[in-house]
């Protein structure tokens, strides 16, 4: 190839035709014109200034409302470097696709240009990306979401070491719509949407797509877990991570407002983390963003109080219900709908469907959240004492059980499913395998990077414990089996406590189980599933680690059936 792919994507930002090119700084100032601009084009709406000052509201296009993952792709030169659990795109095929797309997409609008740094100041773990983009909502999310950093700064990178993004909302029309990487090259392009991971390009395509695939390399772990320090009655704070599916739980986690006395709760991150390996043989885990992007519907006084308490100030809300004194209004913010509620599209609500989307979204800054931990910004991170791969199961899978070690966490992670949720477009409810939390956001081969854990794992002398949770487990009638949320914090405390070896656990075949908890292991469906995961594993293809299938096979060989 003559031009690098960089090259060919500056080319290709000059293509779109933009009628003006702003490069973009993170000031108020800036924020405080977009948001004019946008409030006289009817992009935003400008929530109680009394009740909610400096907070907007933005409605999105009807059919544009969670990440789209049919047309989401890896582009590498070799489709099995993509792997079994990714579409691929020859990237010269996709480039061209994507070229003209993006010809003429910009024309009449303003180009933005925002540079930034993803990680704590001073890191040495952090990146810096540029995103260029012609969504003012999309500058407006990244000035809470990311640091966005002088352009000169980018000048003191190696060009190649920056991630690189092209966004355009095109036309929005979902037949158009596509979300191309490129991790050979460090560039994704992304048109037709302007929706939260599709659009937000530091969240799900740079901090996990291109960097899974960097970390591969450079011996690091990328991955979609939240992370939080739960500080016991001695002072004590033990920093746990935790890898669940879109919205099964992550944000509530990180922010829970403990009841427990003496205990606390402190946010570090609600959805994202790297993982370094440190000189001192354990597990270091850093935010890359600096705010949150998080799910409305369910967050209420009694769920998430901090989550609430953050987002009373310097907020943008995406698709929630407007009530007549211009408040924000989702399902489960813990009022009663108030008579002329105005749906997620700007309707009075009929009361046939719910009020706001099902995906509803705030933008916040990290410290606004009353939980927010001051450890988050730490050049080196946190050390992680213990790692929970969370599920979304209605049966099989009980409520909270531990790893015999390492390398059966990895196949516990490997084995994490979930029913479907709102966070992406398709059918709701179908149970689906959604391995580390990742499925979605890998940025190269599955199977690989369960290789590639396996090779960190080795390299830490003081493995982090980890420990599979399902707290969606359901009764006969559909109902939760544990109350969840605030009631959680039992578990974190036990968790705490199997780290620092004070509570015993109980041997099962499927792991170590929590005495005290009534914990039932069904052994039928425990029969069926590893079935499934049979399947699940075939599925991975050949370059998925001998030792998942030994760790397999071990299960049935505890069970007793051979
Ligand atoms: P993403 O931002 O999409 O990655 O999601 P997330 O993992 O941060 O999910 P979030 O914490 O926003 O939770 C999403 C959904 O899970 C909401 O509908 C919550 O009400 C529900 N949820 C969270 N915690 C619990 C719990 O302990 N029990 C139950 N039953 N539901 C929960
Ligand atoms: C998720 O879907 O996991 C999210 C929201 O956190 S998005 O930014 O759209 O990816
Ligand atoms: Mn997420």
Redesign the pocket.
Known sequence: MGRSLLEEMVELAKETMADNVKICDGSAKEFEELTQKMLADRALIALNPKTYPGCFLHRSAPHDVA?TEKVTFICTRKKDDAGPTNNWMDPKEAGEKMTSLFRGSMRGRTMYVVPFSMGPVNSRFSRLGIEITDSPYVVLNMHYLVRIIPATRLSSEEPKDIMYGLHSLGDLSPEKRFIMHFPETNTVASIGSGY??NA?LG??CFALRLASYIGRDEGWLAE?MMVLGLEDISGRITYIAGAFP?ACGKTNLSMLASELPGYKVWTVSD?LCWLHVGADGRLWAINPESGF?AVAPGTGPATNPNMLAAVKRNTIFTNIALTPANEPWWEGIGTEAPEGLVDWQGRPWDKSGPAAHPNARFTAPFHQCPSASPEADKPNGVPISAIIFGGRRADTVPLLFEAFDWQHGMFLGLSIASETTA??TGEIGVLRRDPFAMLPFTGYNMADSVRHRLEVGAKLSRPPKVFHLNLFAQDDEGKYLWPGFKENIRLLKYIAERVHGEVSAKETPIGLVPNGYGIQIDEAQWEKEAVLLDTHLESLGNRLPEEMWEELAELRKRFGWY
Do not use: N
């Open positions: 990440r939260g991971g937000l969240k799900k979609h879109s959805d992007f966070a992406t």
